[in-house]
């Protein structure tokens, strides 16, 4: 479907918006759809646009998800990874660390952190710190060899 709002030679076709293309990403990203992201990537739309609501990135949005695929295809391409989002000031590892922690995501959550990490994504010292014994994620993360693992990993 997202085919037929562009011409053959990659551009919009006169019924689609760039807004559209915009939003027709976002929406792929936060539920992986990997291929609609590859397809948007080749025609152009912008891998570090600050997007509707908070001001995230697609890869925010595919890191909250846990698409391990949407965010390899996204870094493949550049993405950036220390990027923050506009209303809470997080990068798309912090955003995959709440969904992992708060039990949101449904996806490959290790698989992203690790793809996050190997990137050049920035661990916060407080995350694995003894330190901050209020933060549920902190909490969280101490008590999940695994995910320290992947924290770790560079």
Same mark, same amino acid.
């Given at each position: 479907m997202v085919r037929t709002f562009f011409t053959p030679d990659g551009r919009l076709t006169e019924k689609a918006t760039e807004q559209q293309m915009k939003d027709g990403y976002t929406w792929a990203c936060e539920f992986g759809r990997t291929g609609v992201v590859d397809f948007l990537l080749q025609r152009g739309i912008d891998i570090a646009a600050k997007l509707r609501h908070q001001g995230q /990135?697609?890869?925010?949005w595919a890191a909250l998800g846990g698409h391990g695929d949407t965010v390899r295809v996204l870094l493949q391409h550049h993405a950036p990874v220390?990027? $923050?989002?506009?209303?809470?000031?997080t990068t798309p590892l912090a955003w995959a660390l709440y969904a992992w922690s708060s039990g949101d995501s449904h996806g490959s959550d290790y698989d992203v952190v690790e793809q996050l990490v190997a990137a050049g994504a920035i661990v916060e010292e407080r995350w694995l710190s003894d330190a901050e014994p209020l933060s549920p994620v902190a /909490? $969280?993360?101490?008590?999940?060899?695994?995910?320290?693992d992947a924290l770790q990993k560079r």
């Open positions: /990135t697609g890869l925010h220390n990027v $923050k989002d506009d209303e809470f000031g /909490t $969280k993360i101490r008590g999940d060899a695994r995910m320290k």
